[in-house]
């Protein structure tokens, strides 16, 4: 067994790793949900609001496995929930309109935050699931946002989650080391999906909408998570997209992505197309405010 090991950001030794070993094997009934959360309170692993973190923990174990390090229980299928179909929602169930006018008409936008169950949520994924070439997909910390025009119409759709945890591009351009980014990655949040629908033809709007999504976010964050976002980041599929709304918005390139995916449920690395790294930072002194998270 390697004496030590860094995932995420947390170094183990050979007898940490030798205990989580044996506090899986003395669990064998336990869902890997279970285990997640069971770990977390092992380890006081909470954010900034005191709740588990859960879903990196979960993270954390799969990748421990991927590393031949454990040997988690097997996937439940049996037990997990079907993917749901865009909230029940069908296409033709809301107003598709054109939408055309200059921007100016059409402000002040209004930014309604897609809470779990609500209504908004409901038209959210449905438009992701409906008109976003990736779907929609929501791992841990997260917002959600519904832009709507003064009429109140829908015009576009924005999801933050988690950071990457590898993005050479990016690690060099802030200039970090791996413990550094441990502790500073959690103040980075990823604009995961951003969707113009597409009826909604107006000059300026999708770089209108990330500029001020900018002025908002990292305090929308704190008020849901007990912590700020100090950088944006966002990666551009170069076969689909320019990035040219994010230039406009003043998001900077700082390089591309090697072209390879995440690990999928037979830990084998799936493949991925090269993207532009997109970065936004949300404050003068980022860099700094990025090492001084806790």
Known sequence: MQTEVVCQGRRLN??????????IALHPEWSRKRLSRELCQQWDWRNGRGRLKDFAARSFLEKLEARKLVVLPALQLLRRHPRPKAAHLVEGSWPTEPVEAPLGQLQPLAWLQAAAGSVEAGRFAAYLGYYHYLGLRVVGENLKYLVQDRQGRDLACLLFGAAAWRA???DKFLGWDESQKAVGLSRVANNTRFLVLPWVKVRGLASHVLSRIARRLSEDWQLKYGHPIHL?????????????CYRAANWQCVGQTRGRGRQGRDHQRMTAT???????????????????AV
């Open 14 to 23: 050979g007898s940490q790793i030798a205990w989580l070993r044996e506090w």
């Open 168 to 170: 050479a591009a990016r």
């Open 232 to 244: 944006l980041e966002s990666f551009v599929d170069v076969t689909r997209f320019r990035g040219t």
């Open 274 to 292: 090269v993207k532009d790294i997109y970065l936004y930072p949300l404050h003068r002194q980022f860099r700094q405010k990025l090492l001084e």
